[in-house]
């Protein structure tokens, strides 16, 4: 009976020793940049999140860095309302990842006893929490704190006005059903909405065979506060022939199929023919 105390106080002093190495910046930074690469590896193949658009790749490239590193850059004074900014973005940025994985929140709780895939879905929950915690709770400086907050203003403001602009797109995709598929007014959202289904995926679904190949976060905004209502039911087939007709200029196929395991029936699928 002896040997329990000493085993749960050796228990003790592990996870005491094992969570103060990990509160040093170094081994953080290490740490979230291994838990990243591993995230980014993950939705390479099983594509739970597709290519995205380039404006989002932008903001994903310094939202990644930023999370990677800000535990260092936080340790030099002249870079903490920077980092502070950003970091209240990414907050935003790893809230916007949970909502588009929608009922995978709870199901990737069974997911962990699958080899541990489960685990990846709550690498932006783990993220997130600890960007709040030590880069705004613990945070000493005022000023940091104030941008902090700035950055997730301003990422809700941005989101706030595409939903305005989604919602504006409406009346417009209402017009073009009503002109018989021949008048469509082209703007960003009119273009996203009509390329659903074939170029913008829009929601995860482990199910859906091959994705349509980018993300933009915008669009995707507008459809979870729309109900996930889409506006235009037509086939993919009609998707693809007005899309070539009102945006000439635009790809409707492109090399990444996104879905590993479904690139070929991307591929090889008749809507491109």
């Known amino acids: 009976m002896s040997g329990f105390p000493f085993y749960f106080r050796m228990m003790a002093l592990f996870k005491k020793r094992f969570f103060h190495f990990f509160t040093k910046p170094i081994p953080l ?25 380039d404006w989002a790749i932008i903001v994903l490239v310094v939202c990644f860095l930023n999370t990677t590193f800000y ?15 950003i970091n209240g973005i990414s ?6 990842c949970i909502l ?18 489960g685990l990846l879905v709550y690498i932006p929950h783990f993220l997130q929490i600890q960007i709040f915690w030590k880069g705004f709770t613990r945070l ?6 104030k941008l902090f907050g700035l950055g997730i203003s301003l ?14 797109a409406l009346a417009d995709i209402e017009n073009f059903k009503k002109s018989g598929y021949t008048e469509l007014k082209k ?13 913008y995926h829009t929601e995860f679904c482990e199910f859906d065979g091959w994705r349509p190949p980018k993300h933009d976060p915008l669009l995707n905004l507008g459809l979870m506060l729309n109900g996930r209502n889409y506006p235009l039911n037509i086939s993919l087939e009609n998707r693809v022939k007005y899309y070539r007709e009102f945006f000439p200029d635009r790809k409707v196929k492109f090399e990444c199929s996104c879905a590993s395991e479904e690139s070929q029936r991307y591929h090889e699928d008749k809507l491109w023919k």
């Open 187 to 199: 703007t960003y959202m009119t273009e996203r909405i009509l390329g659903i289904g074939i170029i």
């Open 91 to 96: 907050f935003n940025v790893f809230l916007y």
């Open 140 to 145: 000493s400086s005022p000023l940091g704190r």
């Open 29 to 53: 930074s290490i740490f979230n940049g291994i838990v990243l690469l591993i995230a980014i590896f993950g939705n390479t193949q099983l594509q739970a999140f597709c290519v995205p658009v």
């Open 155 to 168: 990422s809700l403001l941005i989101g706030i006005i595409s939903v305005w602009k989604f919602n504006q």
């Open 100 to 117: 588009f994985l929608g009922h995978m929140n709870f199901l990737g709780i069974l997911g962990i006893l699958y080899f541990g895939i």
């Open 71 to 85: 535990p260092i850059l936080l340790e030099r004074k002249k870079l903490i309302p920077w980092v502070s900014f």
